[in-house]
């Protein structure tokens, strides 16, 4: 898919669908399709965005890639590994190479432990390190992520919402992983400190090399951070492209409407913006229309749009979208 260096992370057709029971015997009565199709590769040391409204099944995309689900299809390639269909018991060897950074600190640290004890659980788990080498090792971790040391004996409420995160970020790191996904990171933290979770991970990323899928519905962080962007919409990627091709030029009406809402930092562009208002709410992903899931909804929806899917498909070098209009330019 992406012409340049070979991936890292490679997801075909990756598809997530849960079922749904009813009735007095829990027969299975439908499926919801929180991820029904995705295709994207990640390029070692690139940020790949994935953006979207909440409910666009961007967090379960993150999850599915990391294995955390058993997915309903696909495949899934990490630095060489195919881990699709790969039985959960053997994953272990490979948790150490992918790792996840969750929305909300809070919840992902067990309040009873302390920060060492959290940042060195990996440790204990997936190293031989003796007991003082993982305290050293702790100890950089935590320098590495901006939190002073003589901390490492306090529990996490003792911390920030930031600092919570960074805790959260160390243990990430224990086992040098090569790519880790963020799953809205800054999304439960003061705006006054999101910039700074940011700017670590970039500074992380470049000492350590490492390749990041940043999932978040906040266009103008993903702008900030992300190498190439990747649009979501009720479970498919509508829209994937370079950083500053999309923003400048989006392609896909949805695409459109998103960042017509995305305030414009720049005053003399900001009055020539006109906002795109989207009629109508997002389809259940149990239910989605027939032909192009964003027809119910799309200002531009032609006769076609209601029958025929549209395929995914590369319509300029390096840009992919899945819409109508397009197609005669696709070649
Ligand atoms: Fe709109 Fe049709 Fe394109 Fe879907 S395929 S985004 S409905 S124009």
């Given at each position: 898919m992406f012409d340049g260096p070979k991936p890292l992370v490679s997801v075909k057709d990756l598809k997530m669908h849960f079922p749904i029971y009813a009735g007095f015997f829990r027969r299975r009565v439908g499926e919801v399709k929180a991820v029904d199709g995705v295709s994207f590769d990640i390029v070692e040391g690139e940020t790949l965005g994935l953006v979207g409204e909440s409910g666009c099944g961007k967090s379960t995309c993150g999850r599915a890639v990391l294995r955390l689900y058993d997915i309903t299809s696909g495949s899934i390639s990490i630095d060489d590994r195919e881990i699709g269909a790969t039985p959960q018991s053997d994953l272990r060897t490979m948790r150490p190479t992918m790792q996840m950074v969750f929305q909300d600190p809070q919840a992902s640290l067990n309040p009873r432990m302390t920060v060492e004890a959290i940042i060195k659980e990996p440790l204990d788990e997936h190293t031989?390190?003796?007991?003082?080498?993982?305290?050293?090792?702790?100890?950089?971790?935590?320098?590495?992520?901006?939190?002073?040391?003589?901390?490492?004996?306090?529990?996490?409420?003792?911390?920030?919402?930031?600092?919570?995160q960074r805790i959260g970020i160390a243990r990430a790191l224990a086992l040098n992983p090569k790519f880790i996904v963020c799953d809205e990171p800054i999304a439960a933290l003061d705006v006054s400190i999101q910039a700074q979770v940011v700017n670590l991970l970039e500074d992380l990323q470049e000492k350590f090399g490492l390749t990041y899928l940043f999932i978040s519905h906040d266009l103008s962080m993903v702008r900030h951070i992300a190498t190439r962007v990747a649009v979501m919409y009720l479970g498919k990627v509508v829209e994937l492209a370079p950083r500053e091709a999309l923003y400048r030029d989006p392609l896909h009406p949805y695409t459109k409407a998103l960042l017509s809402a995305v305030p414009e930092p720049d005053p003399s562009l900001a009055t020539a913006k006109e906002r795109i208002i989207l009629q109508g709410d997002v389809p259940s992903p149990s239910n989605p229309p027939n032909g192009c899931n964003f027809c119910t909804r799309c200002p531009s929806v032609m006769d076609i749009c209601t029958k025929v899917e549209p395929d995914y498909r590369e319509v300029q070098p390096g840009r992919y979208t899945a819409c109508h209009l397009y197609n005669d330019t696709a070649g």
């Open positions: 031989a390190l003796t007991e003082a080498e993982k305290r050293e090792k702790v100890g950089e971790l935590m320098d590495a992520v901006g939190l002073n040391r003589k901390f490492a004996k306090r529990y996490p409420h003792a911390f920030s919402g930031g600092q919570r």
